[in-house]
T-cell receptor, first 112, second 111 residues
Framework: GENVEQHPSTLSVQEGDSAVIKCTYS??????FPWYKQELGKRPQLIID?????GEKKDQRIAVTLNKTAKHFSLHITETQPEDSAVYFC???????????FGTGTKLQVIP | NAGVTQTPKFQVLKTGQSMTLQCAQD?????MYWYRQDPGMGLRLIYY???????DKGEVPNGYNVSRLNKREFSLRLESAAPSQTSVYFC??????????FGQGTRLTVV
């Protein structure tokens, strides 16, 4: 089955700096890669996703890159703000068995 | 349009008691999931259901059973609760290769 590894597990940045979270996956059939943000005490919610036919996608301060050859994808947050503080999960989905596999999460702290 | 609804939101059980966590969706998605999330930890898959009438074990199925009697509902049962099952439980649904939607979570404490 799919295995998704996520690094780092914790990340502290100064407000205004950039943050990068990296994930690797094992199943070459995976073709959908979402990122979820979970604020304290809340449910995870999608913030951005990318499909295998695209190498990069941006949405304001958030971007995701995908390298299918190396089987890794990354989340980039620029100009971080205190409200970006949360736990971020990457995921990989092959669609075949309709089961999405999550990474272990990264706790991001943005220091004002 | 409620999306994914879980009940109850909070529950305290005594060791050995049983209970069923309910999850219902109004999004007509085939796949449904149950995860547990321990404090400061990631999401661990307990069971999932790719379609009505089918269920499969995830990473941590021991001590749990599930039921997917129809497309709308996916329940999780603890037959004999243990303190190790103290956690936050999330139900989620998904249409293949698209966003997963989570319920608001059930905070379960077993004493």
């Amino acid at each position: 089955g799919e295995n998704v590894e996520q690094h780092p597990s914790t990340l502290s940045v100064q407000e205004g700096d950039s943050a990068v979270i990296k994930c690797t996956y094992s199943d070459s059939a995976s073709n959908y890669f979402p990122w979820y943000k979970q604020e304290l005490g809340k449910r995870p919610q999608l913030i951005i996703d990318i499909r295998s036919n695209v190498g990069e996608k941006k949405d304001q301060r958030i971007a995701v890159t995908l390298n299918k050859t190396a089987k890794h994808f990354s989340l980039h947050i620029t100009e971080t703000q205190p409200e970006d503080s949360a736990v971020y999960f990457c995921a990989a989905d092959s669609g075949g068995y309709q089961k999405v596999t999550f990474g272990t999460g990264t706790k991001l702290q943005v220091i004002p | 349009n409620a999306g994914v609804t879980q009940t109850p939101k909070f529950q305290v059980l005594k060791t050995g008691q049983s209970m069923t966590l309910q999850c219902a969706q109004d999004m007509n998605h085939n796949s449904m999931y149950w995860y547990r999330q321990d404090p400061g930890m990631g999401l661990r898959l307990i069971y999932y259901s790719a379609s009505e009438g089918t269920t499969d074990k995830g990473e941590v199925p021991n001590g749990y059973n599930v039921s997917r009697l129809n497309k709308r509902e996916f329940s999780l049962r603890l037959e004999s609760a243990a303190p190790s099952q103290t956690s936050v439980y999330f139900c989620a649904n998904q249409r293949s290769n698209t966003e997963a939607f989570f319920g608001q979570g059930t905070r379960l404490t077993v004493v």
